[in-house]
């Protein structure tokens, strides 16, 4: 067989694989989905969207933890009363090790989703990880959110990358589940929020002196805000409740409830919001994940919801 006969098979043969696999709609990409403890997920939904999880590490004076891996939220809760711990970012040890282990098992790209970056450095750590494995393209995402906010995100794109959508079309999908996704929260105190700088020490003290009790949110930035103002833990419920049915009222949603330290007020408040017909289902989520309660104290109650698209 001469040359130019055997360029020709060739030529030949790359064009029936370039129509099998790209002109028949299958889309070869095999993407990553990477996440942090703070997203709230439970094992048997990062099993099933084979989210990678990153653990934060809890610290105290003498030891350290790795994030709902070896401790526990009420463990957490429990020690408070001896010592408040701190908390740092999952290692970078461990994002680089997961790269390599990613790179290994034949990924292309990579979909990471991020504690908000008013919070935190993960998005910026994790950014600079991926950047020394270029054989993987990632797209960081900033979820400008924590717990199920940042959650539904990932279970969403997990979705999307099980039907098959392509790296791009999940990419460009992400915005607009931001959208669609509410948080709502109140703590027990304003204390540990103020011990970890995530509000005002001063508006914090005078906050607490008059048993005023914030509704909190996330404004544009990431950054925690407060949507209502409230006096005293029955009323700062029952706002909680109101922001929802809100919302509810416009749009049909699938609603998550978490809590800190909080099990039976949380089961309250779920009680009277799954009563609204626009909820298509309410499910409890449980606790919010140790490095979060570390920094919100025990008596947190939270609301998270996604519309239907």
Same mark, same amino acid.
């Given at each position: ?72 939220? %009420? ?11 701190? @908390? ?56 400008? @959110? ?15 990358? %099980? ?53 909190? @949110? ?49 089961? %309250? ?41």
């Amino acid at each position: 067989m001469n040359t130019y006969v055997s360029v020709l098979i060739h030529i030949y043969y790359s064009d029936i694989m370039m129509i099998i696999f790209n002109v028949g709609g299958v889309n070869l990409d095999k993407i990553a989905l990477i996440t942090d403890t703070t997203s709230d997920l439970r094992s048997d939904v990062t099993q099933k969207y084979s989210i990678n999880v990153l653990p934060f590490r809890i610290i105290y004076s003498d030891r350290e933890y790795l994030d709902n891996v070896d401790i526990s939220p %009420q463990e957490v809760y429990d020690n408070m009363k001896i010592e408040v711990p701190t @908390s740092s970012l999952p290692s970078m040890k461990d994002m680089e090790e997961l790269f390599l282990r990613l790179e290994e098992e034949g990924y292309t790209h990579a979909v990471a989703i991020t504690l908000s970056t008013g919070l935190s450095g993960i998005y910026n750590a994790m950014k600079l990880t991926s950047e020394n494995h270029p054989g993987i393209i990632t797209h960081v995402c900033d979820s400008q @959110s924590i717990a199920l906010g940042e959650g539904l995100i990932v279970t969403e794109c997990g979705k999307l990358i %099980q039907e098959g959508k392509s790296f791009e079309e999940v990419v460009n999908a992400i915005p607009s589940i931001k959208e669609r996704i509410h948080l709502y929260f109140v703590v027990g105190t304003l204390e540990y929020l103020k011990k970890g700088g995530r509000i005002g020490k001063v508006s914090g003290t005078i906050a607490e002196l008059l048993n005023i009790k914030p509704i909190i @949110s996330f404004d544009e930035d990431g950054k925690y805000c407060t949507v209502e103002k409230v006096r005293g833990r029955k009323q700062s419920l029952n706002k909680l409740i109101e922001l929802t049915n809100n919302i509810l009222d416009k749009k049909k949603c699938r609603v998550y409830m978490l809590h800190g330290d909080a099990m039976d007020e949380t089961k %309250q408040v779920m009680e009277k919001i799954g009563k609204h017909p626009n909820v298509i289902s309410i499910e409890f989520g449980g606790y919010i994940s140790p490095v979060s309660g570390v920094h919100s104290g025990p008596g947190l109650v939270g609301m998270v919801c996604i519309e239907e698209p």
